[in-house]
């Protein structure tokens, strides 16, 4: 089988599970899984990168759903919620629209985040993982995820001469 292939089962399989997970919240709150906010949350599922409300009406817009801005941010509250979407402040200054990332207990939540331009790139590093366990376990805390902002100029803005703070 082609990585492409594998890929887009393993995809196909994570989605349902997430969609179970979502209707499954739901109903415990007596709520019901929806037509727009399964197409919500699939098109959530499908961005590759962190995405903003903006971005994600853009999509729904273009895959023919008609949503409103209080809809979307009222689903956003509900994924968070059930775990299944974090919203991730990547910016020192509440100016810029807050973004989301789709959970994953496979990867932790490590940014840089240019403080010239908004870029965002994640990283994985195991020291900082190694550091984390060892400072919840020093102070008897079992670790179930962390989350690392490091706020820098990236090289195309120290290239255009800009300079922090």
């Known amino acids: 089988m082609h990585a492409i292939e594998t890929h887009s089962l393993y995809v196909t399989k994570g989605t349902t599970m997430k969609l179970d997970v979502f209707k499954k919240f739901l109903t415990e709150r007596g709520l019901k899984m929806t037509r727009e906010r399964q197409e919500l949350f699939q098109q ?44 991730i402040s990547l910016s020192l200054s509440e100016a810029r629209s807050p973004r989301y990332s789709v959970c994953s ?44 902002r490091i706020f820098a100029l990236c090289p195309d803005c120290q290239e255009k001469g800009l300079t922090s703070c």
């Open 44 to 87: 959530i599922l499908e961005f590759d990168d962190h995405f903003d409300v903006d971005s994600l009406l853009f999509q729904l817009k273009n895959r023919g759903l008609k949503t409103s801005k209080a809809t979307i941010y009222r689903t956003l509250q509900l994924l968070m919620e059930a775990g299944l979407i974090r919203n």
């Open 105 to 148: 207990k496979l990867r932790a939540y490590d940014h840089l985040i240019c403080t010239g331009c908004g870029k965002v790139t994640d990283f994985d590093k195991q020291e900082v993982c190694k550091t984390c366990h060892s400072v919840t376990a020093e102070h008897g805390y079992k670790l179930e995820a962390h989350s690392l």
